[in-house]
């Protein structure tokens, strides 16, 4: 099946420090999503990205959906305390009408004061 | 609030017992799902329904049984669980399988532990 390596596996920055995450793989992907899980609870949807090449923002969140469509990254921008969770890449690939959703394994960032 | 709740929110059982967990969706969505996350593994995703039917099973162990009676409501039927079955268990929900596009969007889950 198909895998998406995320890393990094866990980060621990300063407050205001920016953030980088990403996700690889030797599959293609159609569209890629990337969450955040705050503990607790379930996972939220943070950006959707659906063609190569494509830079989306929201807010102090910037991803971009890479040109070789085999990545993606994750910025945070001077990061907060609420940042704290667990972020999830996940890539979506469709053949004919079958479409599959693929999750990376996560990055566990905690954010200290 | 992401309009997919989940009950219970914990849940402790021994491996002979018999439990259920229960998903509604608010969202007029068509499609439900069951995931299993464990800690530190990419989301595994168990059950499918789309409007009503089952259009996916994992190759999920007959110990965990879907029912999904409407459209707006999943069920996860429990008995004689592993240890191993521990997890949480997110239910999400979405408008059309079938899109590229389509986006998931997830309960809060159940804590399960199995004793």
């Known amino acids: 099946g198909q895998q998406l390596n995320q890393s990094p596996q866990s980060m621990f920055i300063q407050e205001g420090e920016d953030v980088s995450m990403n996700c690889t793989s030797s599959?293609?992907?159609?569209?890629w999503l990337w969450y955040k899980q705050d503990p607790g609870e379930g996972p939220v949807l943070l950006i959707a990205?659906?063609?190569?090449?494509e830079l989306t923002s929201n807010g102090r969140l910037t991803a971009q959906f890479g040109i070789t469509r085999k990545d993606s990254f994750l910025n945070i921008s001077a990061s907060i305390p609420s940042d704290v969770g667990i972020y999830f890449c996940?890539?979506?690939?469709?053949?004919?009408?079958?479409?599959?959703?693929?999750f990376g394994s996560g990055t566990q960032l905690t954010v200290l004061p | 609030e992401t309009g997919v709740t989940q009950t219970p929110r914990h849940l402790v059982m021994g491996m002979t017992n018999k439990k259920s967990l229960k998903c509604e969706q608010h969202?007029?969505?068509?499609?439900m799902y069951w995931y299993k996350q464990s800690a530190k593994k990419p989301l595994e995703l168990m059950f499918v329904?789309?409007?009503?039917?089952?259009?996916e099973n994992n190759s999920v162990p007959s110990r965990f049984s879907p029912e999904c009676p409407n459209s707006s409501h999943l069920f996860l039927h429990l008995h004689t669980l592993q240890p191993e079955d521990s997890a949480l268990y997110l239910c999400?929900?979405?408008?059309?399988?079938?899109?590229?596009?389509?986006?998931?969007?997830f309960g809060s889950g159940t804590q399960l532990s199995v004793l």
């Open positions: 969202l007029g969505h068509n499609a």
């Open positions: 990205l659906y063609k190569a090449g």
């Open positions: 329904y789309n409007f009503k039917e089952q259009t």
């Open positions: 599959s293609i992907f159609n569209t």
């Open positions: 996940a890539g979506i690939t469709s053949s004919g009408s079958a479409r599959q959703l693929t």
């Open positions: 999400a929900s979405s408008q059309d399988p079938g899109r590229e596009s389509e986006k998931l969007f």
